[in-house]
């Protein structure tokens, strides 16, 4: 029976404001994904297929990971995120939607975008959401279709998404499920009778002793 785990990247650049600046992990990005990645070789988490998004942040923690210790890995443009920095900065200029400062602030901002972006209301959108759900639900089916346990190393808005899809969440639900998701989080699916049931949502076993709680991050 088809199993799916989901890893959201490591910490990235926490202070960036645009898409190309925030696409690469922190030093304590790399240092939880390889947490991660050494819990998962002691409790022998094994996986058959292994693929990431092509963005840098997936690719650094995969490798911080050694998750090419598992099968060789397969690079995905479909498993990238959505552009949250360009939309943002679209909804700035159109709408006059300030971006917060603080993780706080995200909690209105985060939904007021995402149910824009899904109307069609930002103008200039690098991609629309009709686009972003149909290559994330493909590329989900093609993964569910393959043989023997698979892991999938992607963003929180993607991961967002596929729990949207399963639990046939609104904007308001995904943007909440968005704004839960951990760095280096685990999720896992099993397909049962060719659906997804979900059977874990944002594990970090690896980060739950005292020495490493500081490493319990969002952003």
Do not use: K
């Amino acid at each position: 029976m088809p199993h799916i785990t989901l890893v959201r990247h490591g910490q990235a650049n926490t202070t960036a404001r645009d898409e190309e600046s925030y696409d690469r992990l922190s030093p304590l990005g790399h240092q939880q994904a390889a947490w991660l990645g050494g819990y998962m070789r002691d409790i022998g988490d094994r996986f058959q297929r292994v693929y990431t998004g092509t963005m840098r942040r997936h690719i650094e923690t995969a490798s911080a990971m050694g998750a090419e210790e598992h099968a060789d890995i397969a690079h995905d443009a479909r498993l990238n995120e959505f552009a949250y920095f360009t939309l943002s900065q679209l909804m700035q200029e159109q709408y006059g939607l300030e971006v917060p400062t603080e993780r706080e602030g995200f909690v209105s901002h985060l939904p007021a975008v995402l149910g824009a972006w899904e109307r069609g209301e930002i103008e200039g959108a690098p991609e629309s959401h009709e686009h972003f759900a149909n290559r994330i639900q493909d590329v989900m089916q093609e993964i569910a279709a393959g043989q023997g346990r698979a892991l999938v190393i992607t963003s929180g808005g993607l991961i967002g998404s596929v729990l949207r899809q399963t639990l046939s969440l609104d904007v308001g639900g995904w943007a909440q499920m968005c704004l839960a998701i951990m760095n280096t989080s685990v999720h896992r699916w099993q397909m049962v009778l060719g659906q997804p049931l979900l059977t874990q949502f944002n594990g970090i076993a690896h980060l739950e002793t005292p020495d490493r709680h500081h490493a319990q991050t969002h952003l």
